[in-house]
C-alpha cells in the first residue's frame, strides 16, 4: 500500500486549506485513515482520523476547525483545515492502519507541507 497526500502550501492566517490523501495497492481493509502533523525537531502528533467504520476523532488543538471526511472511494480521505493560524504550521503526513491477509501494518505517506503566515 503506499500514500499519497495533496493540497499543502501556504496560506494566510485565517484562510483554510485542503489536504488529500489517496490509498492505492492491495489491501482487505483500511482500518484507519487519518493524519498526523510534525513540527521541526518534535514528534509527530495525531490530529484527525477516521476508521473503516466512520468513527471520528480529533486533536483538541484542531476541533471545531478541521474536517476529516472520506472521498468517494474508501481509500480516498480529505483534511478540510479552516481559519488557520501560525501554530498550524508544520508537515502533515496521512497515514493508514492497512489489513493484508491477515496482517496489519501502518503505511505513511511522503507528508505535505502547511505553512500558515501571520
Known amino acids: 500500500v503506499q500514500l499519497v497526500e495533496s493540497g499543502g502550501g501556504s496560506v494566510q492566517a485565517g484562510g483554510s486549506l485542503r489536504l488529500s490523501c489517496v490509498a492505492s495497492?492491495?489491501?482487505?481493509?483500511?482500518?484507519?485513515m487519518g493524519w498526523w502533523r510534525q513540527y521541526p525537531g518534535t514528534q509527530r502528533e495525531l490530529i484527525a482520523a477516521?476508521?473503516?467504520?466512520?468513527?471520528?476523532g480529533y486533536a483538541d488543538s484542531v476541533k471545531g476547525r478541521f474536517t476529516i471526511s472520506r472521498g468517494n472511494a474508501k481509500n480516498t480521505i480529505n483534511l478540510q483545515m479552516n481559519n488557520l493560524n501560525p501554530d498550524d504550521t508544520a508537515v502533515y503526513y496521512c497515514?493508514?492502519?492497512?489489513?493484508?491477509?491477515?496482517?496489519?501494518?501502518?503505511?505513511w505517506g511522503p507528508g505535505t507541507l502547511v505553512t500558515v503566515s501571520s
Open positions: 495497492g492491495s489491501a482487505d481493509n483500511f482500518l484507519v
Open positions: 477516521i476508521s473503516d467504520i466512520d468513527n471520528i
Open positions: 497515514y493508514t492502519d492497512v489489513k493484508f491477509r491477515g496482517q496489519q501494518q501502518r503505511v
